[in-house]
Every structure is written in structure tokens, then in C-alpha cells.
Nanobody, 128 residues
Framework: QVQLVESGGGLVQPGGSLRLSCAAS????????MGWFRQTPETNSREREF???????????NYADSVKGRFTISRDNTKNAVYLQMNSLKPEDTALYYC??????????????????WGQGTQVTVSS
């Protein structure tokens, strides 16, 4: 059974940092793009917001404008894992963060419809 498990979320003060991890099991994703998305209770739509994505070998990344320069996505195919380093966190970054795999694409797309395997999410709360 394919499974993604996120970890590393928590409560942090504004300006602080967190590093999210996503471990995959069940099969390898070394030929697939991977991404991070987030969702808040205030979102009217059930659509998850793209945060960052990385291509199959880590050679290309893309980011939402709201996190550029603050967040960094990386992956380790030897560990079947993807990471999100989040710096200079803001209260508006508070959300449930999900990692996802885009099995049919090697380059990360920004729309959640391109992703077919999802984790359960890890909560990030930025508050003083």
C-alpha cells in the first residue's frame, strides 16, 4: 500500500523556522514530481493551495509567490523522502500542510489535480 507520512509541524512564533518531512513507503517515487500543499479552515474552496514543488531528480523547483525566498523544497530519493524548510514564518502560513506525489509527471505542476497520492497532513501554526 502506497503511503505518505508528513512530520515536523508544530507551533512556532512569527519569524521562526520549521522543517517538514514527508516519508514515502510502498513504492519508490524517484521518477515522479513531488509537492507540498496547504489548506486552512478559512478557505471556502476545498482546493488545496500549492506551496512548492520539485522535479524527479531535484534539479528544478517552483514555489508559490507567497513563499518565495522563505521556503525551500528538497528531496532525497535514496530515502524516498521530500522536505520543506520554512523560514521567516508568518501567521498567514498557518495551515495544514500536505505532501503529494505526481506519479505521471516528472515536473511539478501547481494544480492539485496533477497529484494522485497524498499524505494525511501536518499542522503548522505560527502565532505569538
Amino acid at each position: 500500500q502506497v503511503q505518505l507520512v508528513e512530520s515536523g509541524g508544530g507551533l512556532v512564533q512569527p519569524g521562526g523556522s520549521l522543517r517538514l518531512s514527508c516519508a514515502a513507503s510502498g513504492r519508490t517515487f524517484e521518477n515522479s514530481a513531488m509537492g507540498w500543499f496547504r489548506q486552512t479552515p478559512e478557505t471556502n474552496s476545498r482546493e488545496r493551495e500549492f506551496v512548492a514543488g520539485i522535479n524527479w531528480n531535484g534539479g528544478a523547483t517552483n514555489y508559490a509567490d507567497s513563499v518565495k525566498g522563505r521556503f525551500t523544497i528538497s528531496r532525497d530519493n535514496t530515502k524516498n523522502a521530500v522536505y520543506l524548510q520554512m523560514n521567516s514564518l508568518k501567521p498567514e502560513d498557518t495551515a495544514l500542510y500536505y505532501c503529494a506525489v505526481s506519479s505521471s509527471w516528472t515536473y511539478p505542476r501547481m494544480h492539485p489535480a496533477y497529484y494522485d497520492v497524498w499524505g494525511q497532513g501536518t499542522q503548522v501554526t505560527v502565532s505569538s
